[in-house]
């Protein structure tokens, strides 16, 4: 049902001009091949062509100040030389060119274009066994998994000890990124992994919770607060140098599937102009770095009028409107979470919020992704009909459940309740059954 959904959705597009950062040609593409003036088809590679600036430069943004340094001496090994535009350190790195793309209402990873599943592991990054990050990513190709969500970023205000990853340390008097092997060289090893397992990876790049630095940790170095974050120039000049740090290490690599500007971004009480205009300038400014990768904001999905009954999550309390933010140019996909526990709705209300960004999804033309969604007991019987829900929405093209579990050589990995586990029933329900419908 799906797949023709797409085909017929493909078929009306081909008349149409493709928009900024749209694709526009390459193997098998079949949808519009001239891009809205005054952005010009440009070839890629052979499987993708993409409507860039003439210039094929994109947009600009100071990025560094003379505050931002990179380690050399705090940490007991970090790169002297900058760092490489490919997985440094650890493994062959791929030359592959064919990166993951939205195709219509879908997602195309390898050629393949189809409804994808995946999972959350915020602590990969930060394990320093490369062969529990190797067990992992085999353990997700084998089971059929092909997205996994990371978090990106690590930040301190205070330096830890010995032996404990950390990636960013953020003061009053600057920020010093952390290169070397406690530092992004572990999130090197994670995506070099990656390559060889076929996993693909979003990556994004601020928290707007306490956990591992986020918002807060700006907040302590520059002052301000939550809310006044988005329009922080300090804040943000130090945001954008720590994104091209990153995006520069992995810009070649296949095994990106986005770029996301930060982990659940609220503000509330604030105008939902305050987000829109950062998620704006921060998408382009990362498009500008790297045209090839998708970029996504990383929202819950909040505030939203389509099929709405009015309930907390479809207001626009939280400084967000979906379908507005979904409406950038250089946004490529929408994002939403789902955890009613937590949000004071029904287990049955998820269905709903998973069919109204369906919706919304449609109404923008392009796909959305259930990035994450959790309950704290009886999994399998209510998580499941989510799944089935999303994998029969138009518009919703793929889920990735929160979060993964698995046995590593300390021990098991981090469980909040909502932990599936490798191996486990609640795997086979949420996981072994679930690629087998798809």
């Known amino acids: 049902m799906l797949y023709s959904s797409a085909i017929v959705l493909l078929a009306g597009l081909a008349a149409a001009q493709v928009a900024e950062y749209g694709q526009c040609g390459g193997k098998g593409w079949t949808g519009a091949t001239t891009c809205q003036s005054p952005y010009t088809c440009q070839y890629q590679n052979d499987w993708y062509s993409q409507c860039l600036p003439g210039t094929g ?62 999972t959350n592991s915020y602590w990969i990054g930060f394990l320093t066994n490369n062969a529990d990050v190797d067990l992992v990513m085999q353990h997700l190709s084998s089971s ?24 960013q340390h953020l003061t009053s008097s600057g920020a010093t990124i952390n290169t070397g092997a406690d530092g992004l060289q572990r999130l090197d090893y994670v995506v070099s992994s990656a390559e060889k397992h076929g996993i693909k990876l979003i990556i994004n790049f601020v928290n707007n919770w306490s956990d591992y630095g986020g918002i807060n940790a700006y907040v302590n170095a520059f002052g301000g607060s939550a809310t006044t974050w988005y329009t922080n120039t300090v804040a943000q000049t130090t945001y954008q140098a720590y994104i091209k740090a990153v995006v520069s290490r992995y810009i070649s690599s296949p095994a990106i599937f986005a770029w996301e500007l930060a982990n659940e971004p ?28 998708m970029v996504t904001l990383g929202d819950e999905g909040f505030g939203l ?64 992704l259930l990035e994450e969604y959790g309950y704290p007991s009886n999994h399998c019987s209510i998580e499941a009909p989510w799944q089935a829900t999303a994998l029969h929405t138009k518009g919703i093209a793929g889920d990735l459940f929160w979060q993964y579990g698995d046995t ?20 086979t329900c949420l996981v072994t059954d679930h690629v087998a419908a798809i």
């Open 266 to 293: 609220r503000c509330k009480g604030c105008d939902t102009s305050v987000i829109y205009d950062w998620a704006k300038a921060t998408s382009a400014y990362i498009k500008g770095l790297d045209p090839k990768h």
């Open 305 to 368: 009028t389509t099929d709405s009954d009015g309930s907390y999550p479809f207001s626009f309390d939280e400084g967000l409107d979906f379908s507005k933010n979904l409406a950038i140019p250089t946004i490529d996909f929408g994002t939403l979470h789902l955890y009613p526990s937590s949000w004071g709705t029904s287990t049955d209300w998820g269905n709903l919020w998973i069919k109204a960004h369906g919706d919304a999804c449609v109404a923008a033309g392009k796909p959305c």
């Open 144 to 167: 059929g998994l092909r997205i996994l969500r990371v978090w990106g970023f690590n930040d301190v205000n205070n330096l830890p000890g010995t032996g404990t990853v950390w990636f």
């Open 57 to 118: 430069s994109g947009s600009t943004t100071t990025t560094t100040t003379t505050q931002l340094t990179t380690t050399t001496t705090s940490v007991k090994s970090t790169t002297t030389a900058p760092p490489k535009t490919t997985t440094t350190t650890s493994g062959p790195v791929s030359t592959s060119t064919v990166f993951p793309h939205t195709n219509g209402l879908n997602f195309t990873i390898d050629g393949e274009t189809s409804y994808f599943a995946g």
């Open 408 to 427: 590593l050589s300390s021990g098991q990995t981090s469980d909040d309740g909502n932990t599936i586990y490798y191996g486990t029933s609640d795997f």
